[in-house]
């Protein structure tokens, strides 16, 4: 180690870092030190660090409350390397690797409890906004007249980047022509509120990461505060003459990102060698700053929301053609039968399915509702609806039909994804209807006086929900003019602006009305029914209902 | 959503609280997937704080009892209240989940 890299976080003052060229330094409280630290509990010289050799030594002088490193109270010189941590009273001196430098990884360092240096000043930046604020004096009239020109002249130089990093990169560049600081930091909140450092600038020839206390960023980004740091001693220190080397001496303005819509982040600029440390005025200037730069952030912010929204809505629609370019809009057409089907789309777009398929002297039905919402869950419809297709019209039965469709859909399936079902299977020569309810809201059966009874039979666990499951059928005749309804569970819990469910109840009174309705109407009236019942309440689930009519033998 | 987390001896409580539909069930998934996938071996699903659950929840349980598959039963549902057990019942998923009445028996039952 030629030179010794120091990160210094004194207690009472902002953490800085320092090179040490010297041969050796000395650290302390007083003016007398090489480097003087903010610490009111460290003693005058506190402790020195020097080199032999190529090897850097640390060692006590004599100093009060001791010197530790890395915790071990020093009896004697001691080599210092890199990682190492010395404590001097409540101040805390890190070894550096330059060539590694110190995962310091978001440039906060310091505990979010510990306290702020006794020099600051916190004012509320949006005090600092009001627009009833005026000039009382023509001296304060002439500095307000040249900060709305640094303003003016920022809004209109933001006003062109098209991308954060440009942006971030304009800000800094503005702020540092008209505040002039050693270093500048724009901290920026994630999705999930941790702030991350978002750019950083350093003025020519100097080293390091800025950093900055995490309690300070906290005040700034939390309340809102503008913040002004100065070290106290500073001026002391300028009338006593004293060349100041190196030192916490050092002054801060930050102030946070604010807008309308709440705190985006902050903006931080930190001084050492400017001919003077930044005071109310430049805190103030930085706070108006700030604010046009938070305005334009958050347009850049609403930009990019707006095109991955865009992207989400082409997906939900890309979700919503699958499904619906999956079900027949046609129906067979025979004498004995009358059948419709519809389904109502949510906006998030479920998994709501229904087919009829004829094959010879029989007709297949089926209605799905598939767990979950999203893309995801209209491929899983669009799969089953495959299957059953593929699978149920070469079957032997129903129960063995559901049994092959869900042998498939369980199969590598990691996601545990199912869908309810019912299917049934009319011999529409027969009347004989053979059904199996995998999960499913259970099928009404209409008689011709206007009976209205669910169906009963075994209840199966859903599709794809038990790997080799057997299906139980439930059978039973149709009588000429029974109407089977089949629908989904988004009928019965489709829910109105009081909360109140629409329900079996509102379901069964209709059916009874329905009488000698065509099952189209019958289809159609009751989505109508379910639409007036929720009103303008955003529909949660997809609506779907299914309705056949048998007319007998011979109709 | 709260989801309640409580180890008892070998096992884990993990109790829901609230309405488990298709936007909370992803954490509930997140929380169980991460347990499991750190070894949990014995997990009770604690339901007596659920006041509603959606297919979307059921798929979260039916996964659970997928990755933890008995016997003896090293995924055990307590607390269920009779709307929840409707939905289960009315999936056809009752008879696939080792169900108790209170903690102290599926904790039993769990470790046993």
């Given amino acids: 180690m030629a030179t010794l890299h120091l990160r210094l976080e004194p207690r009472d003052g902002e953490p800085f870092r320092h090179e040490v060229r010297a041969d050796a330094v000395v650290i302390g409280r007083s003016s007398k030190a090489d480097v003087v630290l903010a610490d009111r509990f460290l003693s005058r010289l506190h402790a020195r660090l020097f080199r032999k050799d190529d090897t850097w030594f640390v060692e006590d002088l004599g100093s009060r409350n001791t010197t530790f ?327 032997e039965s129903v129960a063995a039909a559901m049994g092959r469709v869900n042998r498939e859909l369980a199969r590598d399936n990691e996601r545990a994804m199912f869908v309810t079902a019912f299917a049934a299977r009319l011999d529409v020569a027969t009347g004989e209807l053979e059904y199996v309810n995998a999960g499913h809201s259970p099928t009404y059966r209409v008689d011709a006086g206007g009976g209205v009874a669910p169906l009963g039979g075994p209840v199966n666990p859903a599709l794809g929900a038990v790997e080799g499951h057997e299906y139980q059928a439930g059978v039973t005749p149709l009588r000429p003019g029974d109407l089977l309804l089949l629908y989904t569970d988004g009928v019965v819990e489709a829910r109105n602006a009081s909360g109140e469910e629409f329900h079996a109840l509102r379901l069964e009174s209709y059916l009874a009305g329905c009488g000698g309705a065509g099952a189209d109407a019958v289809v159609r009236g009751l989505l109508g029914r379910v639409e007036d019942f929720a009103g303008d309440t955003p529909q949660y689930d997809d609506v779907t209902a299914l309705a056949l009519r048998w007319r007998g033998r011979g109709a | 959503m709260h989801i309640g987390e409580e180890r008892v001896g070998g096992a884990l409580v993990i109790a829901p609280e609230g309405r488990v539909d298709s936007v909370s069930s992803t954490e509930l998934e997140r929380l169980v997937v991460s347990r499991i996938d750190a070894g949990e071996k014995r997990l009770v699903l604690d339901l007596s704080s659920v006041e509603y659950i959606s297919s979307a929840g059921l798929r979260v349980l039916l996964m659970a009892a997928k990755r933890l598959k008995g016997p003896p039963a090293a995924l055990v549902l307590c607390g269920m209240g009779p709307s929840v057990r409707t939905v289960l019942e009315l999936a056809g998923f009752l008879p696939l989940f080792a169900v108790e009445a209170g903690r102290e028996q599926a904790l039993a039952r769990v470790r046993g």
């Avoid at chain 1, 009896?75 to 101040?91: F, H, N, Y």
């Avoid at chain 1, 850049?300 to 992207?311: H, K, N, S, V």
């Fill in chain 1, 69 to 395: 490193l890395n915790d071990r109270p020093l009896g004697q010189p001691t080599v210092v390397r890199p990682g190492d941590v010395i404590r001097l009273a409540e101040s805390r001196l890190i070894v550096e690797d330059p060539d590694r430098p110190a995962p310091s990884g978001d440039g906060l360092v310091g505990g979010p409890d510990e306290r702020l240096p006794g020099s600051t000043v916190l004012r509320s930046a949006t005090l600092f906004l009001s627009p009833e604020r005026e000039a009382a004096t023509q001296g304060e009239a002439v500095q307000l007249a040249g900060r709305l020109r640094v303003l003016n002249e920022v809004h209109r130089a933001l006003a062109a980047p098209i991308t954060l990093e440009a942006l971030l990169d304009l800000i800094l560049d503005r702020a540092f022509a008209h505040l002039g600081p050693e270093e500048g930091a724009i901290f920026l909140r994630g999705p999930d509120g941790s702030l991350h450092r978002a750019a950083s600038r350093q003025a020519p020839g100097e080293k390091g990461e800025p950093l900055f206390s995490r309690r300070l960023v906290q005040e700034v980004v939390d309340k809102g505060m503008a913040a002004l740091v100065t070290d106290a001693s500073l001026d002391e220190r300028f009338a006593a003459s004293e060349s100041i080397v190196v030192s916490g001496v050092r002054s801060l303005v930050a102030a946070p990102l604010l807008d309308s819509e709440g705190c985006l982040g902050m903006i931080a600029l930190g001084a050492k060698q400017r001919p003077r440390p930044f005071g109310e005025d430049d805190m103030e200037l930085l706070v108006a700053f700030a604010s046009a730069a938070a305005l334009r952030l958050r347009n850049l912010a609403l930009t990019e929301e707006t095109a991955r929204r865009r992207l989400l809505d082409r997906e939900l629609e890309l979700a919503h053609d699958i499904q619906m370019g999956m079900l027949p809009r046609a129906f067979p057409e025979r004498p004995e039968i009358d059948v419709a089907a519809a389904l109502q789309p949510a906006r998030s777009v479920g998994g709501d399915l229904y087919d009829v398929v004829a094959e010879g002297e029989r007709v297949w039905l089926l209605v799905g509702d598939v767990s979950g919402k999203g893309v995801g869950a209209a491929l899983f419809m669009a799969v089953t609806k495959t299957l059953f297709r593929a699978l149920a019209p070469a079957a």
